[in-house]
């Protein structure tokens, strides 16, 4: 908790009364691994998250599940169902966009109806850049790199830059 004791004593010596009450963030993902907790707001894996299919399995496979008190570092929801399970399977082997929209629809479902999840974004990697003062970021026509938001690949991004002046 040093960044917050900082963050409050600079603003105690603004003139404000601030003081830290707060649990270390090793304390919070110990809890949030474990299932010890009354709701969370997490962040799936997003860079493993490069296409629907793996979006569902990550939330809906359970053998990626622990019972509560057990660690599970990527299915903090701890949702199991057999029928996800299978329209799972039947996804990864489909042989047929016909296949795989059918395992999604029921996937969709079971999403909208059972899971105790409530997605708030959809794993996008964005970004924006300007030209003004700086070229070549990656765009349609030059996508030399995928923005993703956290990762190594901003040195990529880095070293396309240059100076527009």
């Known amino acids: ?4 004791e900082s963050i409050a004593q ?4 603004l003139g404000a009364s601030v003081s ?5 963030i090793e304390s919070d993902f110990t809890d949030q691994y474990t299932g010890n907790y009354q709701a969370t707001i997490g962040l799936e894996p997003g860079p493993t998250l490069v296409d629907p299919y793996s979006y569902y399995q990550v939330l809906l496979d359970s053998a990626e599940s622990a019972p509560v008190g057990k660690v599970s570092t990527i299915d903090d929801e701890r949702f199991t169902s057999a029928t996800a399970n299978s329209l799972l399977q039947q996804w990864a082997d489909a042989t047929s966009d016909a296949q795989r929209q059918q395992a999604m629809d ?4 079971i999403m909208a109806t ?14 924006e850049g300007t030209n003004v003062n700086i070229t070549g970021w990656p765009t349609a026509q030059n996508d030399y790199q995928i923005p993703f938001i956290y990762g190594f690949e901003g040195e990529n991004v880095l070293l396309h830059l240059k100076s527009a002046g």
């Not at 600079?10 to 010596?13: A, D, L, P, Q, V």
């Not at 830290?20 to 270390?24: K, L, P, W, Y």
């Open 106 to 109: 029921g996937l969709e479902d």
């Open 20 to 24: 830290v009450n707060g649990e270390s």
């Open 114 to 127: 059972q899971t105790p999840v409530i997605p708030l974004y959809s794993a996008t990697d964005r970004s």
């Open 1 to 4: 908790m040093a960044d917050e």
């Open 10 to 13: 600079n603003w105690n010596t």
